[in-house]
């Protein structure tokens, strides 16, 4: 059975609340990953791990636990990369779903970003999580929903 890891430190709370409803409506496990805690609904195949603080530390938890099949909801690129080389999929919270074919191209923006930020030029931030987001990111999680081999199960984690 497939399940879904949120890299939760930076997930949007609107992204969080698509995630949880959708759980709730399929009972496909569901797993939080963040150094802050979060608070779940009372779901058998719901929940929260609180790990310690420090760099990278939710991201290495995820990558040990996921598995192919799998759905990391991210924006962390490494951690998408990561979890495509274990053969699962990883979703921005825009909607933008990484794959093989484009993880490569976004590690490489990321890098001639962090070059720019190192070399002192402001790049700015990301913009505002707008409502065309917000649907965005449902209608791509909706559309790896209908492909995930789901079971009535408790949390297998």
Not at 9 to 20: G, K, N, Q, V
Not at 36 to 44: D, E, L, S, V
Not at 130 to 141: E, G, I, S
Request: charged share 20%.
């Amino acid at each position: 059975m497939s399940r879904i890891y949120v890299d939760a430190d930076a997930c949007p709370l609107s992204i969080r609340e698509i995630l949880i409803r959708a759980a709730l409506r399929t009972r496909l496990p569901l797993t939080f990953v963040a150094n802050q805690w979060i608070r779940t609904p009372a779901a058998t195949h719901i929940r929260a791990i609180q790990v310690p603080q420090g760099l990278d530390v939710a991201d290495s938890e995820i990558a040990r636990r996921v598995e192919s099949g799998d759905l990391v909801v991210t924006q962390d690129i490494p951690l998408a990369a990561l979890a495509i080389d274990k053969g699962a999929l990883a979703l921005h919270p825009r909607g933008e779903m990484y794959t093989r074919e484009t993880i490569a191209q976004r590690l490489s923006l990321r890098n001639f970003m962090d070059q720019l930020r190192g070399a002192g030029v402001q790049t700015g931030g990301p913009a505002p999580l707008h409502a065309r987001d917000r649907q965005a990111f449902a209608n791509a999680l909706d559309a790896w929903l209908a492909k995930a081999p789901r079971a009535p199960a408790a949390h297998p984690d």
